[in-house]
């Protein structure tokens, strides 16, 4: 594990710190939203353990999403989303998803989802327990 002791910090530092770089230039879109990529492993529904370094970060992640979205609120949408498990190089073979489906819902998210669906976890367009 000595490996990742900086995992929680690389998954969420440049989250809570991006939206106030980049605040101006998000004011000029006509749709204002922040899309986090998380995972179902970073819920405290359902966990069951292994990957502690991981599941952390993501916890984490999603910590950041609810206060910035409290923050930003009729302003700025602000959601994470969970890709599901994605055939990737560290999803691996075995995943189940490729990788369209399972941008699908984070690109849904920054193009069509309702301006009021904010402060959420979500995975295939419906919201799911943090």
């Not at 690109?107 to 327990?129: H, M, S």
């Amino acid at each position: 594990m000595k490996d990742h002791k900086f995992t929680p910090a690389a998954f969420t530092v440049p989250a809570a710190y991006t939206p106030s770089t980049t605040l101006a230039i998000v004011y000029i879109s006509f749709a204002m939203f922040f899309v986090n990529m998380s995972s179902g492993m970073g819920a405290l529904a359902g966990n069951d353990g292994g990957y502690a370094a991981y599941r952390m970060s993501k916890t984490l992640l999603n910590a950041v999403t609810a206060i910035l979205a409290a923050e930003l609120a009729g302003t700025v949408a602000v959601n994470s989303v969970c890709p599901g498990w994605v055939k990737t190089d560290m999803g691996g073979a075995g995943a189940t998803r490729d990788v369209a489906h399972g941008a699908e819902t984070a690109v849904w998210l920054a193009l069509d989802a309702p301006v009021t669906l904010t402060g959420k976890f979500v995975r295939d367009r419906e919201v799911i327990p943090w």
